[in-house]
């Protein structure tokens, strides 16, 4: 198993799309599964489309679904940060994609993104790992 360590400016509460990582770190590699994995307590990654306005959907759905405010037991930080400590257990931390000829097998819209919430931390770090076919 091939793995790098990238470290992320998230900039304190957004969506980051990862795409053009993912496809750099696959690139030569063959064909395989790569794992993207995010080892944050409150940030989360997943596979959507972008633009369009999807994006700024799955904020604000996440907004409605997990507001900021006092009704969290976990009160350190900014308002309502407990909430961000919900968000990987809605979204994920991981996601795996099949490689082909280094080439990572995404849909036709789907890129991979970073979901970050918490305005507390804005250093995220992202671990790429390639598994080749054998």
Excluded: K
């Amino acid at each position: 198993m091939e793995t790098v360590e990238l470290v992320l400016d998230t900039s304190g509460g957004s969506i980051s799309d990862l795409t053009a990582e993912l496809r750099r770190f696959c690139r030569g590699r063959g064909d395989g599964l790569v794992n993207a994995y995010c080892p944050h307590a409150t940030a989360a990654l997943v596979l959507m489309e972008t633009g369009a306005g999807s994006d700024q959907d799955l904020l604000d759905w996440l907004r409605d679904q997990l507001p900021r405010d006092d009704r969290y037991r976990h009160r350190h930080g900014s308002a309502g940060h407990g909430a961000d400590h919900l968000l990987p257990a809605l979204l994920g931390s991981s996601v795996t994609v099949p490689v082909v000829a280094g080439e990572p097998l995404l849909g036709t819209w789907q890129s991979l993104l970073l979901v970050d919430t918490n305005s507390d931390n804005n250093r995220r770090r992202l671990r790429l790992s390639f598994l080749p076919t054998t």
